[in-house]
């Protein structure tokens, strides 16, 4: 069966940091384009960041940079998503999901396979 599966999500206080999982079955995360994406309930769904199957090369919203971090772990067909130094602005519901484009930031389109989501919620 072929999906991804969130985890890690929960409540970081501002300045705090959390790392998501996307884990993957029944594809290898290196033979996709692999993205996290983020919405908040009533607004359009935004796109964070996206590290790209044909040179490995990352994209990062200008509100993220400096700040998260996307990596992927072949070995455990895995990839992650290293948020640090939170705001409340990042509460969200945080998705990854998977693109078969090789380069660049694939369009919401262009993305074939979805996970389910996890919250984040950063609060003091």
């Known amino acids: 069966q072929v999906q991804l599966v969130e985890s890690g999500g929960g409540l970081a206080q501002p300045g705090g940091s959390l790392r998501l999982s996307c884990a993957a079955s029944?594809?290898?995360?290196?033979?996709?384009?692999i993205a996290w994406s983020r919405q908040i309930p009533g607004e359009e769904r935004e796109g964070v960041t996206c590290i790209s199957r044909g040179d490995g090369k990352t994209y990062y919203v200008d509100s993220v940079k400096g700040r998260f971090t996307i990596t992927e772990d072949r070995t455990e067909n895995t990839a992650y998503l290293q948020m640090d130094s939170l705001k409340p602005e990042d509460t969200a519901v945080y998705y990854c999901?998977?693109?078969?484009?090789?380069?660049?930031?694939?369009?919401?389109?262009?993305?074939?396979?979805w996970g389910q989501g996890t919250q984040v919620t950063v609060s003091s």
């Open positions: 999901a998977a693109s078969s484009m090789p380069f660049g930031w694939p369009m919401p389109a262009e993305y074939s396979i």
């Open positions: 029944g594809f290898s995360v290196g033979s996709y384009t």
